[in-house]
C-alpha cells in the first residue's frame, strides 16, 4: 500500500499550503493529551418534568498522554470504564469535562461541524465483528466509503483500486471485495474493520477490545497485524483491552482503570514486573501462567464483592470496599496519581 499516511508538510516550507479551519496542523508533541476527562451521565426520573436524581460517574477524571507511534493499553474489568474513555476522546460522546487535545487541537469546544475534517485522522477498531459492519454491503462498499465521505479518492475505479490495496495490506485477497460480511469468518471480518481504519490516513486509532471476541490462534494474528502497521505508518493506539496478557505483548505502556480512575500507569515491562497497587497486583494474579509448577506456586489474590456501582462509588479511594490493605484512612483521602519511580505513577496512599 502506498503511504497514503503521509501528513502535511510545514506551513514554513516553501510552496506548502496553510491547513484549513478544522485541520490539523504539523505538531511535534504528543498525538493526544488528555486532561482530568470526565464523562458523568445525569439520571432523571418523571415523565414531563425530567428530574435529575442521580449521576453515573462512568470516567472521573483522567490524564494521560500518547506519543507518536505509541500503544497505550487500557485495561480493567468490565464497567470500568475503558470503552466510554475512547468514545470520549473521540467526541462520540461527548465528555462532561476536561480536555482533550489531538496533535494540538482542542476537541471539546469543536462543533460537529469543524470535527468533520478530523475525523479520517482518528479512527476506532470495534470490538465485535460482526455487528460492526454493515451486512447489507459488500466489503469493498463498507472499506471505501471513508474515501468517499472524506475525498481521500477520485472516482469509483480510484476508489476500488485503493480498497484492494488496503485488502491487500490487511492480508484479504482484492478479489474479495465483492463479498459480503457473512461470507467471512471473524478474524477476516475484523481486518475488514481494520481496513476501513486505515482508509481514513489515520494518525490516532482505538482499538476497542479488538481481539476479544476471536479465537487465540487468531488473535495472535490481529495483534501482529496491527504492530505491523504501528511501524511502517507511525500510528498512535489507544488499546483498549481486560485480557492482561494481550496488551502485554502490544503495549508500550498500561494504565491500569477502576471505576473511572486511572490506578496504576507505567511502561508494560516495568507494571508486570514490579505492579505496585492492590489492584494491579490482584489482576496479574489471574493471568495464567503455562509452566503448572510455576501456576501452583504462585500466591493468587481474590477479590471479595463486586464493583461498586458508579451511581454511588465509595468516598475518598474507590477501591477501597475491596482492597485488601485499605484502612480507615483510605475512606477520607482520594489518592492522586503520583510518580513512585521514573514513569511508574501509582494512586494509592499505601505503597
Known amino acids: 500500500m502506498t503511504s497514503g499516511l503521509s501528513r502535511p508538510d510545514s506551513p514554513d516550507t516553501p510552496g506548502a499550503s496553510r491547513p484549513e479551519e478544522g485541520e490539523v496542523a504539523p505538531f511535534d508533541g504528543p498525538t493526544l493529551a488528555v486532561r482530568d476527562l470526565r464523562v458523568h451521565f445525569p439520571i432523571t426520573s418523571g415523565f ?36 466510554t474513555t475512547g468514545r470520549a476522546i473521540l467526541q462520540l460522546q461527548r465528555p462532561t469535562s476536561g480536555s482533550v487535545e489531538f496533535r494540538g487541537v482542542e476537541l471539546t469546544s469543536m462543533s460537529a461541524a469543524k470535527l468533520r475534517p478530523l475525523r479520517s485522522e482518528m479512527q ?12 447489507r454491503m459488500s466489503a469493498g462498499r463498507i472499506i471505501g466509503e471513508p474515501l468517499a465521505v472524506h475525498g481521500l479518492a477520485g472516482d469509483k475505479n480510484q476508489r476500488r483500486e485503493r480498497v484492494a490495496e488496503l485488502l491487500g495490506r490487511v492480508g484479504l485477497n482484492s478479489a474479495m471485495m465483492d463479498r459480503y460480511p457473512h461470507e467471512f469468518s471473524g478474524g477476516q471480518r475484523q481486518r475488514i474493520g481494520i481496513a476501513r ?50 496488551v502485554r505483548h502490544i503495549s508500550d505502556r498500561v494504565a491500569v482503570m477502576y471505576l473511572g480512575k486511572i ?35 504462585r500466591e493468587r489474590i481474590v477479590l471479595e464483592g463486586d464493583m461498586p456501582s458508579p451511581i454511588n462509588p465509595p468516598s475518598g479511594c474507590v ?33
Open 48 to 83: 414531563l418534568l425530567r428530574r435529575q436524581t442521580g449521576t453515573v460517574k462512568a470516567v472521573d477524571g483522567l490524564s494521560f498522554d500518547i506519543a507518536p507511534g505509541e500503544t497505550l493499553g487500557l485495561v480493567g474489568e468490565s464497567g470500568s470504564g475503558k470503552t
Open 197 to 246: 481504519a486505515l482508509a481514513g490516513e489515520p494518525s490516532f486509532i482505538v482499538c476497542d477490545e479488538p481481539v476479544s471476541a476471536l479465537d487465540v490462534s487468531i488473535q495472535a494474528q490481529i495483534l501482529n497485524l496491527l504492530s505491523d502497521l504501528q511501524d511502517e505508518f507511525n500510528i498512535s493506539y489507544l488499546f483498549i483491552a481486560h485480557d492482561l496478557s494481550v
Open 124 to 135: 476506532i477498531i470495534f470490538q465485535d465483528p460482526y455487528g460492526s459492519l454493515n451486512p
Open 319 to 351: 477501591f477501597r470496599t475491596r482492597c485488601p490493605i485499605a484502612t480507615e484512612e483510605c475512606a477520607g483521602v482520594v489518592p492522586e496519581l503520583t510518580e513512585r519511580s521514573p514513569g511508574h505513577r501509582v494512586a494509592c496512599i499505601k505503597v
Open 263 to 297: 490506578m496504576e500507569l507505567a511502561t508494560s515491562a516495568e507494571l508486570y514486573e514490579n505492579p505496585m497497587h492492590p489492584y494491579t497486583r490482584a489482576l496479574m494474579s489471574a493471568v495464567p501462567i503455562p509452566d503448572p509448577r510455576l501456576e501452583r506456586q
